[in-house]
């Protein structure tokens, strides 16, 4: 396992507060996101657990476009990765923060 | 018989003589099997071992296998697919140390190895097509063994459904003077139909078990992921609808296999049915099922079968080609041969593409080979009849330029990271460096760039045809080759600029919303499902089951 946590610049969620009760899981077999409520609200903070060891440049890269693309400003993401790929991981995200985006 | 024009039919009524005290009628018994092949063949002899796809002469193999060296020996194997051990051990043993084949999967690290220490000659590594029409040039067998279902006392086979190779192979033997061997799996009084005529066959052999046919073809639903289903979803609106795509064929894997299966759900919804994917060159898919059920499907003609399909293709008559009798003819000379000039796409999925768009499944330290692949995934220059697909095609790729011919689409659908992160997309192919490591006069390269059309990921579609240089070219790859190296090393001013053409285009610019990408979309979401979409039909492989 490889554990590292990233803060990253995100326009703030103006569900930031609920995101945790709205959000809570989204997972799938090889990849599990947990959404909660975060620090700043102009951050990301996003903790990855994966299975997969020297990537951790691929992963910024994903996860900075991602939190770019949506409001996760003030949003705490755990990340838990058994093997999923890069494209899993931001279909995921986009669909965890596209439904918080939905519900603002 | 004494004129030095007529040798081989000579040579061929002397090994006939010495198989003769072998022989009852046409028939050899399975015990005495090595000694018969030691009379018939000749040291240095060209020796076709049927290896197909599917169907295997198993039983031949092995026997081939146990003969003596001191008997047999310096034999040129030819043969399409090296799939079991016993296709490696007659070199290892000796017997064999010449090989010109396709295919070699499941062998193909032994095989490495026995180049690597010399101990194998590589003639070359055909296409299909290209290996059968070499077996009526200067690759002819003096010896064919080969696989049938079933023969009668007269020596005439039937190959059941999967009748494969055959044909191009006892074509090429028997007319050339060469000894035609079957194994079957039963004697009949009367056979269901006669496929190859007792006057172009030698002898049989009832082997002690079935010969081997592996399930290759039959992709678990269950296993389908919502990114290949997103990058059905692209083909399916990106390239199928858009180019009204009616005659092709599917690569081998899950990215076509859910493409099969969105076919009555998402392009259904999208208007599709009697628009794309009439026609197809395809084996018997079971992830076919749903949509030739839905009524998108007007005929399929096939390589091979599929294990499990026989009654469900015989129930489906006015879909598969079917003999008199009811069951399946598959041909795979005639199918390449309708894949290569009678398709209007083919698409499939590969290990690395490199930065002008070359595609290889080669990996280091195996010799794996090509399959049919190259030969479906090549325009055809020879071909002239035109299709809407085809012209439009080839209007694309001509620019401004005048088209005078069209072009077949040739797509590779990839997601740009493989399991354990292996990266689709390269700088450099593995290729190269097989090339080096075996001593081959050039990379193994399944499907060449200047062949490709479109590549389809999970980011996007490029279209390589409406590039007009190379550095555009590999813009668009790096454009759609999303987190890999090769796709962070874009030029992203010119990847937008490729994007505002139409040269890429993003799930966003077809219409296509992301969240819509889940499973429930696919027709069937298990093997069960499949069984129930075929009315009970279709009965899947054991190790399929698992209800």
Request: aromatic content about 6%; hydrophobic content about 45%; overall charge negative.
């Amino acid at each position: 396992m490889e554990r590292f946590t990233l803060s990253l610049p995100s326009v703030p969620c103006t569900r930031a507060d609920a995101a945790a009760a709205l959000c809570g899981v989204v997972s799938s077999g090889n990849l599990e996101i947990l959404v909660g409520r975060g620090g700043a609200a102009d951050r990301c903070d996003i903790e990855v657990n994966t299975s997969a060891h020297g990537f951790r440049d691929t992963w910024e890269a994903v996860l900075t476009d991602a939190v770019a693309r949506h409001a996760a400003g003030g949003l705490a993401l755990a990340i838990n990765d058994a093997g999923a790929t890069p494209a899993v991981v931001s279909l995921r995200l986009d669909q965890a923060l596209e439904a918080l985006e939905d519900r603002a | 018989m004494g004129a030095p024009w007529n040798q081989r039919a000579a040579r061929r009524a002397r090994r006939l003589e010495r198989l003769a005290p072998l022989t009852r009628g046409r028939e050899i018994a399975a015990a005495d099997m090595v000694a018969a092949l030691e009379a018939a063949i000749e040291p240095g002899d060209r020796v076709c071992l049927e290896g197909n796809n599917q169907k295997q002469a198993d039983f031949l193999a092995e026997s081939l296998a146990d003969c003596s060296p001191e008997r047999l020996h310096d034999l040129h194997m030819v043969q399409s697919v090296l799939a079991l051990p016993s296709h490696i051990d007659v070199f290892e043993r000796g017997i064999a140390n010449r090989l010109d084949f396709s295919f070699s999967g499941p062998q193909a690290n032994r095989l490495a190895r026995l180049v690597q220490e010399r101990r194998i000659a590589i003639g070359a590594i055909h296409t299909y097509l290209e290996l059968f029409g070499r077996y009526f040039v200067d690759l002819t067998p003096d010896v064919c063994l080969i696989a049938a279902q079933a023969a009668d006392a007269d020596g005439n086979l039937y190959l059941g459904p999967n009748t494969e190779d055959t044909p191009a192979i006892v074509e090429a033997t028997a007319f050339r003077h060469g000894i035609v061997v079957a194994q079957v799996n039963e004697k009949l009084a009367r056979l269901p139909r006669v496929d190859i005529p007792a006057d172009w066959t030698d002898a049989f052999v009832v082997a002690p078990r079935p010969n081997y046919i592996e399930p290759l073809f039959t992709r678990d639903p269950s296993l389908i992921t919502e990114i290949q289903v997103l990058m059905a979803m692209m083909a399916i609106k990106g390239i199928y609808a858009e180019y009204g795509v009616q005659r092709l064929n599917h690569g081998i894997g899950f990215d076509t296999a859910a493409i099969e299966l969105l076919l009555p759900t998402y392009a259904e919804s999208l208007g599709l049915r009697g628009r794309i994917c009439k026609h197809w060159a395809l084996n018997p898919h079971p992830t076919l099922i749903p949509a030739i059920e839905a009524g998108f499907v007007e005929s399929v003609h096939s390589f091979g079968s599929e294990v499990g399909m026989e009654n469900y293709v015989a129930a489906r008559s006015d879909v598969f080609f079917t003999g008199r009798d009811g069951s399946m003819r598959s041909n795979r000379a005639f199918c390449q041969t309708a894949g290569l000039y009678a398709c209007d796409m083919f698409i499939g999925s590969t290990l690395q593409i490199d930065l002008a768009g070359n595609s290889s499944t080669a990996t280091l330290g195996r010799i794996a080979g090509f399959g049919g692949a190259p030969n479906m995934g090549s325009d055809a220059r020879g071909r002239r009849h035109a299709s809407p697909a085809w012209l439009r095609a080839g209007r694309e790729r001509a620019g401004d330029g005048i088209a005078t011919r069209g072009q077949k689409l040739v797509v590779q659908t990839v997601e740009t990271f493989r399991e354990h992160m292996a990266p689709a997309f390269v700088e450099r192919l593995d290729a190269w460096q097989l090339m080096e490591d075996m001593g081959m006069d050039l990379p193994p390269i399944m499907i060449h760039g200047d062949d490709v059309t479109h590549i389809v990921t999970e980011e996007g579609i490029a279209n390589l045809l409406l590039c007009r240089s190379a550095a555009e070219r590999e813009q668009a790859i790096r454009g759609v080759a999303g987190y890999t190296p090769v796709g962070r090393a874009r030029d992203a001013r010119m990847v937008e600029n490729l994007r505002d053409r139409g040269v890429i285009r993003r799930p966003d610019d077809i219409g296509i919303d992301k969240r819509d990408a889940t499973r429930d979309l696919l027709a069937a979401r298990s093997i069960k499902d499949l069984v129930r979409a075929s009315g009970g039909l279709y009965d899947p492989p054991r190790r399929f089951r698992n209800w």
